[in-house]
């Protein structure tokens, strides 16, 4: 009983990898929308810095110039998170034998 629930757990991720790889675009079609995404979420990034620089600027009060700061801030966590997602899943994802992480490069650059 053992053997067998061994051997279906340890065979689904070599399966799932024959799919993935195997497809005949399907590769190159994941790593275009993950650059697409990476792409619209630093113009994102860039739009809303620029604007909470700008309201930063007409800011009359202490609290509305610490609350545009904290969203800049939120704003820069998240580009920095969208930036080291791709690429750590590329780098841990092959050295734990992930399907994906085999023929998919997720480094926007």
Known sequence: MTALLSVVF??????????V?????????IE???????????????????????FEVFATNHEQKAKIKEHKRAALKALITLLVLGPL??????????PLAECVDLAPW
């Open 10 to 19: 340890l065979v689904q991720p070599v399966a799932a990898q024959g799919v």
């Open 21 to 29: 790889c195997s497809a005949s675009k399907l590769p190159q079609l």
């Open 32 to 54: 275009g929308f993950f650059q697409l995404t990476t792409g619209l979420g630093l113009i994102g990034f860039v739009v809303v810095w620029q604007g909470d620089s700008l």
């Open 89 to 98: 899943y590329t780098v841990a994802g092959s050295l734990m034998g992930l």
